[in-house]
């Protein structure tokens, strides 16, 4: 017990207390989290520390996953178990010490499992029920910001409200970011969280850090530049838009070799100086080397921060493959506009 709070006590003051170094931070490198126990062991703890302990510092935020909201165990869990449970005093106490090299550790809410966002979409008393425990974790480990991974149906209002909240009790300088399927950030694309990202980019942009793009599963392709250049084509800036992508193929579909990814990157960064970064789902396993997942960090970090991407001199792409980008554009545009008609006037 004594040790817990010592923990806890470190968490909040070791940011504080340590000197900054700053993470390089010209494009994100963002690494997710979850796994945090080997085998969900209660002991063996998958340790953040190399990724400050290894030179160069190349994650820019770490994102703790997943928070869950439920009706028990205080109203909130990380993974299956209460946040202040003995199996995560070294995940706080690592994200401490990120901290203090200039890493924003921030947690990802939802995900996968159904039913944080539902709760937090009901009326006043309802909402400020479960947005409570919530608003207590943020504070008693010294998040520094929230992703909110939408996979369920949540109501434009209510994420506007969330996101309202958060930056009324927490400040300007609580970094919000969200998780969508990529196809959600193209117009007429397939989409999990219930409510449209461009009426939500139109509403709040102001408060929103960057997206996370899940570009996986089926939802969208890393393998190539085209489903992120749709993103930009249809309207989101390049430095807001994160392409996420799977570390390892054993973490799901989609998973893109990196020899494959590093051409990618060279192509996304060269067109776009302001390019938003790249994510990895997730931590524990990453390539190219499973045995420390650190590099995974130092790999993409490499690969984002071109000359091009750096100096800001940006590659302007051929006629041919501008015209074909209209023309997808256009075929997005009537994909919207069916969903539209037949949402309005047939379902």
Do not use: C
């Not at 998780?179 to 139109?202: H, I, R």
């Amino acid at each position: 017990m004594l040790f817990r709070k010592v923990t806890t006590w470190m968490t909040r003051l070791m940011p504080l207390l340590v000197p900054t170094v700053s993470a390089a931070s010209d494009h994100r490198v963002v690494v997710y989290y979850q796994t945090t126990n080997i085998n969900n062991s209660a002991t063996e703890h998958v340790s953040l520390l190399p990724l400050i302990n290894n030179a160069p510092v190349s994650a820019t935020h770490v994102l703790i996953a997943a928070l869950h909201i439920v009706d028990d165990d205080g109203g909130i869990h990380l993974n299956d178990y209460p946040p202040d449970n003995a199996r995560f005093d070294k995940v706080w106490s690592d994200a401490a010490q990120l901290q203090a090299k200039g890493i924003t550790v921030m947690a990802m809410l939802g995900g996968a499992a159904k039913g944080t966002f539902q709760r937090l979409d009901g009326d006043d008393a309802s909402f400020e029920k479960y947005y409570a425990p919530l608003h207590n974790v943020i504070g008693t480990y010294n998040l520094q910001g929230l992703d909110l991974d939408v996979e369920e149906s949540f109501s434009l209002n209510g994420v506007i409200r969330l996101i309202d909240r958060l930056k009324k009790d927490f400040g300007s300088g609580f970094a919000i970011s969200l998780a969508p399927v990529a196809a959600a950030l193209t117009e007429g694309g397939g989409n999990l969280s219930g409510f449209s990202y461009f009426d939500l980019e139109k509403q709040r942009g102001s408060s929103i850090a960057f997206y996370n793009g899940q570009f996986y599963y089926g939802w969208g392709d890393a393998s190539s530049a085209s489903d992120y250049e749709s993103i930009i084509d249809d309207g989101f800036p390049a430095n807001k838009v994160v392409m996420g992508l799977v570390t390892n193929p054993s973490n799901g579909g989609g998973y893109v070799d990196l020899t494959t990814q590093a051409s990618v990157l060279k192509e996304l960064t060269s067109e776009n100086p302001s390019f938003g970064g790249v994510a990895g789902w997730e931590y524990f396993d990453s390539l190219p080397d499973s045995n420390s997942p650190w590099k995974w960090a130092q790999w993409m970090a490499e690969h984002v921060r071109s000359a091009a991407a750096t100096t800001g001199h940006k590659r302007e792409i051929s006629t041919t493959e501008a015209v074909w980008r209209r023309v997808r554009k256009a075929g997005r545009r009537v994909r919207r506009e069916a969903k539209r008609v037949y949402r309005d006037y047939i379902a």
